[in-house]
């Protein structure tokens, strides 16, 4: 697979090869926050993102009304799964840090508490949006360095496991 291209699988079924030349072709126009218009060949499509998980590289996605879980795979997840080398990845961990600059709307941990991968720990606004801040890894809170209405930045130490 080239550089400029991915792959999508959607519902599990794919995955589908996409070159980047053929998203500026697409007629997409963002109509609200999180809410698109889309229009593939004469055909309109009613979008909205309901969940993205930028770190597993999935989201979840309504499309007129309907529920489809999408798993994107850029060239260097091919070349490792071609590879073999697509088993479980480390996912030791020592600390959780803000991804961009924000309001911490809610801590949902507390020292010492246990946690499972995938499970929320933060609730941070940025740029008007809620973004959840999930466990990479099932870990232990050791410190908590932020409290409900501090503001971050961008790769400030928010808790240490």
């Given at each position: 697979?080239?550089?400029?291209?991915v792959n999508v699988s959607i519902n599990g079924n794919g995955p589908i090869e996409?070159?980047?030349?053929?998203w500026s072709t697409l007629d997409l126009i963002k109509v609200e926050d999180k809410k698109y218009h889309l229009i593939l060949n004469n055909v309109?499509?009613?979008?909205?993102?309901?969940?993205i998980d930028k770190n597993a590289k999935t989201m979840q996605l309504s499309i007129n009304g309907e529920a489809y879980d999408c798993k994107i795979s850029d060239q260097i997840d091919v070349l490792i799964n071609k590879m073999g080398l697509e088993g479980e990845k480390s996912k030791a961990v020592k600390s959780i840090h803000a991804p961009m600059p924000g309001k911490v709307l809610e801590v949902?941990?507390?020292?010492?508490?246990e946690f499972e991968e995938g499970e929320s720990l933060i609730i941070l606004e940025?740029?008007?949006?809620e973004n959840v801040i999930k466990s990479p890894g099932k870990?232990?809170?050791n410190a908590i360095n932020i409290s409900k209405g501090?503001?971050?930045?961008?790769?400030?130490?928010?808790?240490s496991l």
């Open positions: 697979m080239e550089m400029n291209k996409l070159e980047q030349a053929d309109n499509y009613d979008i909205e993102l309901l969940q949902l941990v507390k020292k010492g508490q940025a740029m008007k949006m870990g232990k809170v501090d503001a971050v930045e961008k790769g400030e130490l928010l808790i």
